[in-house]
């Protein structure tokens, strides 16, 4: 995972990400990659970072970005 250990947020910041990293791992089809999981969460990451609040867009984003990494 990217280094996130200068970011902060309050707890109700906290659980709107933490739901929107439920949502968003709820959404995919089985078997869920831990990989996934983790691309999921450091986007969430970085958006709330950058100020984003509403955690539909929070998932929307992260599984947008999801599916633009490259399979190998």
Do not use: W
């Not at 089809?29 to 970072?49: C, D, K, N, Y």
Request: glycine share 4%; no cysteine.
């Amino acid at each position: 995972m990217k280094n996130f250990s200068n970011a902060s947020f309050s707890p109700d910041v906290i659980a709107i990400m933490t739901g929107a990293l439920e949502a968003a791992v709820a959404s995919l089809p089985e078997p869920v990659h831990s990989s996934h999981v983790t691309t999921l969460a450091e986007s969430i990451l970085r958006t709330a970072g950058a100020g984003e609040r509403n955690a539909a867009d929070l998932q929307r984003i992260a599984l947008m970005e999801l599916q633009l990494i490259p399979r190998a």
